[in-house]
């Protein structure tokens, strides 16, 4: 049986593929509905639609590439159905390669069997 700290890994990954293909509406299973994101320059999404539709709009800009998060610990909650996942993100485009990156720290919850994200922070601390 899959640990929920590899699960979520697992599922941290996934979602680094889909942003990489482009697929964005396929992005939508893995957020809460009233899921809440802060970005890197502190603008707040709240909702998995417009999470979503954030994503879709990223992907029309023919230099984007991906964004990736690398997680780098889970912690799971005593009752095991939430966790909180910290790592790295960076943000990549053609021209410029690597060139926003920070921190992020997201919340995970566990609904009818399967983890998702219920909020995500991310830091940037490096532009260039």
């Known amino acids: 049986m899959t640990s ?4 979520i890994a697992a599922r941290r990954k996934l979602t ?8 964005a ?3 939508r299973p893995f957020f ?15 909702g998995a639609d417009a999470i979503v539709e954030a994503f879709a709009a990223q992907f029309q800009d023919p230099d984007f590439v991906a964004y990736v998060r690398t997680t780098e610990a889970v912690s799971l ?22 060139h926003i990156s920070g921190w992020y720290l997201a919340a995970w ?13 991310f830091v ?5």
């Open 124 to 128: 940037t601390l490096q532009e260039s």
């Open 109 to 121: 919850k566990k609904v009818r069997g399967q983890w998702l994200i219920e909020s995500e922070t």
């Open 25 to 27: 509406a396929r992005l």
């Open 77 to 98: 909650a005593g009752n095991g159905d939430r966790a909180a996942e910290r790592g790295a993100w960076a943000a990549v485009s053609r021209s410029r390669g690597e």
């Open 16 to 23: 680094n593929r889909l942003i990489a293909g482009r697929a």
């Open 4 to 7: 929920p700290e590899d699960a």
């Open 32 to 46: 809460d509905p009233k899921a809440v994101v802060i970005v890197g320059d502190g603008g707040l999404i709240v």
